[in-house]
């Protein structure tokens, strides 16, 4: 499975083109995705969810002999941003359905340090988030529905931190690694108008199997266009706090999330 890092990105058109042809932030969502469509009974039902997530990164990773706090704004996103592909695939039937979420990242930022050991830091980092799931539609309204899932949360990142010594030399770690949680959540939507709609999303999972804790939030708005397509908008965040040897990361990405979904 490729190493990669954690992506964000900036336009909504850009990023929905690049998820297209692939993935997506993690994080994530990374279990279900941010958007869900409405079980169909009695047939199969499909949806392809591009999305874009411009994200901050708050936390601390170490590598080898070196740590460092990781503090990437959403400006530093943008600036930073190499390639973020993210997405969403699910197929259904009746009240169940098996889908994925896909996000891949690849991002760098500088990182001060206070000038005593070390001036500053370079962080670079790409990662992949790949949670697949399987939900089940335990209540549907005409107004409300609201389904629980469990699946797994792959994680497969490639990481370098270079310290830069007061004294001009640098010393430099990488860590090239993967792993993998098992999570529990649920979703649901809440029709407020003929179009407009409410759309959550959360999960929790990890329980020390790889991780001490991953975890994943939406909330937003959506539009339906029509039948078939929708776009939504709204805040997504996912934890990440993993140790093993001499790599550890504890960080949590969060930011605005906007996609669109196509039901058929």
Known sequence: MPNNTLRLLST????????LAGTSAPGSSPAPAPLSTPAESGGWWFRAAPYGW???????????PLSAPVDISMADTLDTLDMAVMGVLEAGIDRWSLGVDLVYGKTSSDIGAGGRLFDSFRFEQKQWLISPFLAYRVIETEGYHMDIFAGARFTVIEAELTGRLTHGDDLVASRDTDWADPIIGVR????LTESLFLRYNADIGGFGASSDLVWQAFLGLGYNVNPHF??????????????KGSFSLDTVTHGPLVGFELRF
């Open 12 to 19: 909504f058109v850009a990023l929905a083109g690049s998820a």
């Open 230 to 243: 929708s776009i939504a908008a709204g805040y997504r965040g996912l934890g990440i706090d993993y140790s």
């Open 188 to 191: 649901g939507q809440a029709d």
């Open 54 to 64: 411009l994200t901050a990164i708050d936390g601390d990773i170490g590598i080898g």
